[in-house]
Nanobody, 121 residues
Framework: QVQLVESGGGLVQAGGSLRLSCTAS????????MAWFRQAPGKEREFVAT????????LQSDSVKGRFTISRDNAKNTLYLQMNSLKPEDTAVYYC??????????????WGQGTQVTVSS
């Protein structure tokens, strides 16, 4: 079993930055790929970025490419999402997930509770 806890969300003006963190606990947390998804009100949960278990490979959605960076520190069992040049359309609840390296939601077995990110215009 893997437990995931997100932090770092909040309210920011358009053009600003935030860094999300996700701390994983559990004996096998380090063997999983980890990802960020987000869900805006009235919309389906969508892929943001993923990183392989070693941290050597990453994928990002086109909507965040060049603005968001995913990284992980396996020594700290922590996943990060650095978000720059934020836009109002980035407003959503952001979820951390652990599972297989993929951009598809079904590949992830473990999920956090989510952290709210609100970008004002």
């Amino acid at each position: 079993q893997v437990q995931l806890v997100e932090s770092g969300g909040g309210l920011v003006q358009a053009g600003g930055s935030l860094r999300l963190s996700c701390t994983a606990s559990g004996r096998t947390a380090g063997v999983y790929a980890m990802a960020w998804f987000r869900q805006a009100p009235g919309k389906e949960r969508e892929f943001v970025a993923t990183i392989s278990s070693s941290g050597g490979s990453t994928l990002q959605s086109d909507s965040v490419k060049g603005r968001f960076t995913i990284s992980r520190d396996n020594a700290k069992n922590t996943l990060y999402l650095q978000m720059n040049s934020l836009k109002p359309e980035d407003t959503a609840v952001y979820y951390c997930a652990a599972g297989q390296y993929s951009r598809y939601l079904a590949a992830y077995k473990y999920w956090g509770q989510g952290t709210q990110v609100t970008v004002s215009s």
